[in-house]
Every structure is written in structure tokens, then in C-alpha cells.
């Protein structure tokens, strides 16, 4: 049996945690962390840690930088009632495995216990060391105003505070206005580079000859010109360059970067000698960089940005309850850029009419609607009345979906696509109809305005595939899909097991993360079945033909 340290000042919470983690864990719990606390830890005493923030003389931070600094190897799960970006940063920046925010004790148990079993399987066991001398205290970092605390962000937390400390590059994947550029500057200030520069590239913005020069320079002469520009990545050097919507960087430029990826070396326009430079790269992109084809986006410079983390942002409609933080942070900057000594509040209905609202804008869009109620308001409250919102078309938004779809097909390589595609269509369509109606055909029928057997067995006048097999992650969506609504009670571990993936896979499709969010115990089965277990085999037997 595992022996687990857990370290917190409430004497009650630990004796509770301890209770429910006994039947599988030996658990001893101190008060504090001290040094007899480390000299245990560094003695090999312990598989794991857990480890409360808010201790009274040493923050679990300050002691996660001495376990760091004396090389002791455990794996060490914080646990706050916290719900500070910057503390989970701050966490995983310096070692932690992962940051959990205090809750009942059944659910905290719940969620630990997955998380336990995780590092015992992962984290190598290490020699005890011995103890250097005390070090001093540690200081968590200014960075960007990071704001929001719904599972989804604290995965994006801790993945900056895992990749702010090494050199790879980073991939920021979200829609316009979900936070990308925040991101990147957070990455850049939690790491060794923080004091260097962090130079941003707007690959949009510039056409071809501009945006070369832009990002390499050029010699005196070149053009007529008569002086020497350094570019935008030798300025970067020993810091951070930020290329803002990567997706757009022409393919000839895409060579030119891979080569800076991979030998560090820069040519000025007009020049023949390389410039050696040190530079991190960050990218970040709206558009799904692997729908792009071959012929547009170089595969090897994706699998370049890609070998450190791909952080992928929600959108807003997908952290609604992020929205009374969001919406506090915004009034008060606004206030404080009015030179206001006052900040305004918002009346309770502004949160119905907020989550209302489908945000094709994002964190962006909340933000100008915050800026124009303050204009609009009459009084020290901000009112439902004074958020007015733009009007938004859901075709646009649908047209981008299916563009993707379309160019993703394109770049498969396969042919009669026009059948593929329908087939793909048909089922994405019933699956995911079927799901948000609860299982109700009926309802599903009247949303479609077509009888389901119509869409199964209709006769479509059109050129069928000869391939109509579906790629392997729009099955797995699919399917996960099924077991979401026929097995609402299960956890994220099972669902992930029954798959045969990850659970971070699940967390990361932003649709399965948003059903799993949604799920409750009382959905209805799908017409025509009785049990749980039925549906699901009938499922699967439709699988197999």
C-alpha cells in the first residue's frame, strides 16, 4: 500500500481526506512544512504528496521551490481552496503533477483518487538525496490578467506553467477572441526568458515581401535601402517570438521559419552570411492548422510547432460560468482606464441575459459589451437593458464548420469525396441532433424538418462513396457521444476506458468537454429502448455491419 504525506492546517480536513482515501493509501498528515517535513519527503518515505497552499508559515509554493531545489522526487498534487490562474501556474511551473481546488469531501476524494493512481504509474522512483543548504524564499510572478476558474482554463493553467520553463515551441489554438495572445505572454513571462523580449508578428497583417522583411531584416543596399534592419526574429533573440495566426504565413515564408526552428540561424535580405540567433517561438491559430492541406500550411514546420504543448482555449460559450469573474475583471479595468474611483456592479439580471447570448466573439466581444453598458448605464448599477449585443448570423459560423470539414476531406487524399462527405454529414447530423433532443426522435425530426428515416434510407440522387468509412476521431466523437447520454453517472476515467484514449483526448474535444459538462443523471434514453445497456449494444452491433 502506497504511503501518501498529506500536508494542511486543518487538522478536520485531513482527517477527513484521510478517511476516504484509507481503504486504497497509508496517509499521514503534518500541520506544516517544515524542515522535518522535507527530510522525510527527501528520504524516500513517501510515494506522493499532497500539499495545501495556504499553510500559515510556508506557502505550499515556497515549499514546492525547496522540493525543487534540494532535487527531492515526488510527485506533489496541491490542493487550495484557491482559484487563482496564477497560483496553478505558479504550481505546475515548479513541479507540481497537478493543482486541485478544495470541495467536498466525496467529490475531492473522487477526483483524487484517478489523479493518485496516475502519478504512482508515471512518476520514476528516485534514490533519496541529500539536503543542500535552505534557499531562499520564492515570489510568484506578475503576469497577464488571465481571468476564470472552469475546468477547462485550469487545464490551459497548468499547461502554461508545464511549458513556461523549456524552449520548445507552443501551439495556441482557440477562436478570435478566446485569449491567445494572453496565453503566449504568460508562457513568455513565467519562464527564463521573462526579462528578454517577447516580440509579436501579426502573420495577417503584411503581404508577402513586407512580412518577409518584417520578420528577417535586410543589408544596407538592399533596394536602395541605407541602413542595416535587424528583423523581427534577430531582435527576439535570447527571448520570445510570438507569430499571431501562424495559418496565415505564406508557404514560401514556411520554409524560411522551419529552417529557423530547426538551426537557429537567421539571413538578412540583400545578405549572404547567417546570423545566429535564441530564439523561442510561440504560434497561435484560429483555423485547425491539420485541415489546412499539404499545399497550404508544410507539414514539418506543424510537426515543429508542435513538439511542446498544444494548448487549445474554449470559447466563451463553453465557460459560462466563467462569465461573473470575467465580466467583474473587465468593469474594474474599465474603471480604473476611466480613473474611476468607484467601480460599477451589475444588476443580477445581467447574468440570464448573458448566458442567453452565444458570444461569437468571445472574451473579446464581452468585453466591448461591458465598455458600451458603461456608457449606456443610468445609475451606480449596471442594468439588463444597458447590455446591448451585435447581431450575429449562426450561417457564417456554420459555412466555417463546413469549409473545414470540405478542406480537411480535400487534403485526405481520397476520392469521391462528394459521397464521403454526405455520409459523414448524415451521421455527425443524427448523432449529435439525437443527443441535444435527449434521444427524443421526435423532437429531433422537428428540428431537422426531415423524418430520420429519410436521412438513413432516402434517396439522394447523388454519386455514393466507394469509401464511406469515417475517420477514426469522428467515430471515437461519435461514439463517446452515445455512452454520454446512455451513461450520465459515469465518470471521465471510465469513459475514457470504455474508448480505449485518454481523458485529456476527451477534455480537449471541445464538444465531448461540453457534454461531459452538461450530463445529468435524470436524460432520457433513446426512443425504443429500455435499458441503458440496450442502447449502447445496439450501438455497437450498428458498428460492426
Not at 489546412?292 to 513538439?307: G, H, Q
Not at 469515417?470 to 463517446?480: F, Q
Not at 481523458?503 to 443523471?521: F, G, M
Request: with cysteine; charged share 30%.
Amino acid at each position: 500500500m502506497a504511503k501518501i504525506l498529506l500536508i494542511d492546517d486543518d487538522a478536520d480536513f485531513s482527517s477527513r481526506l484521510r478517511r476516504g482515501l484509507a481503504p486504497d493509501y497509508q496517509v499521514t498528515c503534518l500541520e506544516e512544512a517544515d524542515a522535518a517535513a522535507l527530510e522525510r519527503l527527501a528520504g524516500g518515505e513517501f510515494a506522493l504528496l499532497l500539499l495545501d497552499n495556504g499553510l500559515p508559515k510556508v506557502s505550499g509554493i515556497e515549499f514546492l521551490e525547496r522540493l525543487e531545489g534540494r532535487q527531492v522526487s515526488v510527485p506533489v498534487i496541491v490542493v487550495s481552496y484557491a482559484d487563482d490562474p496564477q497560483l496553478i501556474i505558479a504550481a505546475k511551473k515548479r513541479g507540481a503533477f497537478h493543482y486541485v481546488q478544495k470541495q467536498q469531501t466525496d467529490e475531492m476524494v473522487k477526483e483524487l483518487k484517478p489523479l493518485i493512481a496516475e502519478a504512482l504509474a508515471i512518476w520514476p522512483q528516485q534514490p533519496p538525496v541529500a539536503l543542500p543548504p535552505e534557499t531562499g524564499k520564492v515570489e510568484i510572478l506578475p503576469g497577464p490578467q488571465l481571468v476564470g476558474n472552469c475546468r477547462a482554463m485550469r487545464a490551459v493553467y497548468q499547461q502554461i506553467g508545464q511549458s513556461a520553463p523549456i524552449a520548445q515551441p507552443v501551439l495556441i489554438v482557440g477562436e478570435a477572441g478566446t485569449g491567445k495572445d494572453l496565453v503566449a505572454r504568460a508562457i513568455h513571462d513565467h519562464g527564463p526568458r521573462q526579462a528578454k523580449p517577447f516580440v509579436v508578428v501579426r502573420c495577417n497583417t503584411f503581404d508577402d515581401d513586407l512580412l518577409r522583411d518584417e520578420l528577417f531584416g535586410h543589408e544596407i543596399g538592399f533596394r536602395g535601402e541605407g541602413k542595416l534592419r535587424k528583423g523581427k526574429i534577430e531582435y527576439a533573440s535570447e527571448g520570445t517570438l510570438y507569430l499571431d495566426e501562424v495559418s496565415e504565413l505564406p508557404r514560401a515564408l514556411q520554409d524560411e521559419v522551419l529552417r529557423v526552428l530547426e538551426e537557429q540561424q537567421v539571413t538578412r535580405l540583400g545578405g549572404n552570411e547567417p546570423v545566429q540567433v535564441d530564439v523561442r517561438i510561440l504560434a497561435s491559430s484560429r483555423r485547425d492548422l491539420y485541415a489546412i492541406p499539404e499545399s497550404k500550411f508544410r507539414r514539418e514546420l506543424l510537426a515543429e510547432l508542435t513538439t511542446g504543448e498544444t494548448i487549445t482555449l474554449p470559447p466563451l460559450r463553453d465557460r459560462l460560468d466563467d462569465l461573473e469573474a470575467l465580466a467583474k475583471h473587465f468593469l474594474a479595468k474599465e474603471a480604473a482606464r476611466a480613473k474611476k474611483s468607484r467601480v460599477p456592479v451589475l444588476h443580477g439580471d445581467c447574468q440570464a441575459k448573458f448566458r442567453g447570448h452565444p458570444w461569437p466573439g468571445n472574451v473579446r466581444e464581452l468585453q466591448l459589451v461591458l465598455r458600451r453598458a458603461l456608457l449606456h448605464r443610468r445609475g451606480p448599477q449596471i442594468l439588463a437593458d444597458d447590455l446591448t449585443f451585435e447581431e450575429h448570423s449562426a450561417e457564417p459560423q456554420m459555412a466555417a464548420g463546413l469549409q473545414l470539414a470540405v478542406s480537411s476531406a480535400l487534403g485526405s487524399g481520397k476520392s469521391h469525396l462528394f459521397g464521403l462527405l454526405l455520409d459523414m454529414l448524415k451521421k455527425e447530423l443524427l448523432a449529435l441532433t439525437l443527443q441535444e433532443c435527449g434521444g427524443d426522435e421526435q423532437e429531433a425530426e422537428k428540428r431537422l424538418g426531415v423524418s430520420l428515416r429519410d436521412i438513413l434510407h432516402g434517396e439522394n440522387k447523388m454519386p455514393q462513396s466507394t469509401d464511406a468509412s469515417l475517420p477514426k476521431e469522428v467515430e471515437r466523437r461519435i461514439r463517446a457521444l452515445v455512452f454520454i447520454q446512455t451513461y450520465p453517472d459515469w465518470t471521465v476515467e471510465q469513459f475514457a476506458e470504455k474508448l480505449k484514449v485518454s481523458t485529456a483526448t476527451l477534455y480537449r474535444d471541445p464538444l465531448i468537454s461540453r457534454a461531459l459538462e452538461l450530463r445529468k443523471t435524470d436524460r432520457r434514453l433513446p426512443r425504443g429502448f429500455k435499458s441503458r445497456e440496450g442502447a449502447v449494444e445496439a450501438f455497437d452491433d450498428s458498428e460492426k455491419e
